[in-house]
């Protein structure tokens, strides 16, 4: 009953940007956290940024200084602002919910489908 789905992928060259959204829909009561992840071919998926209810941080080394996350507890959206991107940055990228369904249900974590990011000259 909970979907997410991304847009906002594309190509780009690089030094460029790009903004990522994720919109979270359905059954929902509650988010607690949300999050950026990213895997590229022959590689294990690994963490972008994450942001918490409160707006509390936490960046990947790489990406410290040039992505910013942010979020809208009121729409259920989650954004990846990415500048200065390097042919690195390539790969998929999903975002992800650890929410609730209703007040006595646990929190589950939910997957988008991805969105490319492709940076190439």
């Known amino acids: 009953q909970v979907q997410l789905v991304e847009s906002g992928g594309g190509l780009v060259q690089p030094g460029g940007s790009l903004r990522l959204s994720c919109a979270a829909s359905?059954?929902?009561?509650?988010?607690?956290?949300m999050g950026w992840y990213r895997q590229a071919p022959g590689k294990q998926r690994e963490l972008v940024a994450s942001?918490?209810?409160?707006?509390?941080?936490n960046y990947a080394d790489s990406m410290k200084g040039r992505f910013t996350i942010s979020r809208d507890n009121a729409k259920n959206t989650v954004s990846l602002q990415m500048n200065s991107l390097k042919p690195e940055d390539t790969a998929v990228y999903y975002c992800?919910?650890?929410?609730?369904?209703?007040?006595?249900?646990?929190?589950?974590?939910?997957w988008g489908q991805g969105t490319q990011v492709t940076v190439s000259s």
């Open positions: 942001i918490t209810r409160g707006g509390n941080t």
């Open positions: 359905g059954t929902i009561f509650s988010i607690n956290a």
């Open positions: 992800n919910a650890d929410l609730w369904t209703s007040f006595s249900s646990p929190k589950y974590v939910y």
